[in-house]
């Protein structure tokens, strides 16, 4: 039974449990830590899927695995993440466009 007397914020910070969250490749399909993770966001004006690297872009975002990222394509799941508003993927070098 847990001691009432001690809260939450008096334990000792090596005690503390945190959520690591946990997000899943667009490309594997693996479940991974969010943070080992690339965050992808869909630019509204062009429908450009482009990478989120500071993860402030606004709307719903996905992730793919930093490995994963050249063989990323704009498919199903792709569109699913994105609501069907993606358009084109520029996550590389070389814009990727519906096949």
């Known amino acids: ?27 594997c399909m693996r479940k991974r830590p969010k943070g080992e993770l690339a965050r992808l ?14 993860a ?5 975002g996905a992730y793919a695995c930093r490995e994963c990222l050249p063989r990323l394509r704009l498919d199903r799941r792709m569109q699913r993440a994105f609501r069907n508003r993606a358009k084109q993927v520029c996550v590389t070098d070389v814009p990727i466009l519906e096949q």
């Open 1 to 27: 039974m847990p001691n009432p007397t001690r809260s939450r914020k008096d334990r000792p910070p090596e005690v503390k449990r945190g959520h690591i969250p946990v997000r899943t490749c667009l490309v």
């Open 56 to 60: 402030t872009m606004p709307g719903r």
């Open 41 to 54: 966001g869909l630019d509204a004006h062009s429908g450009r899927v482009v990478e989120d690297t500071r």
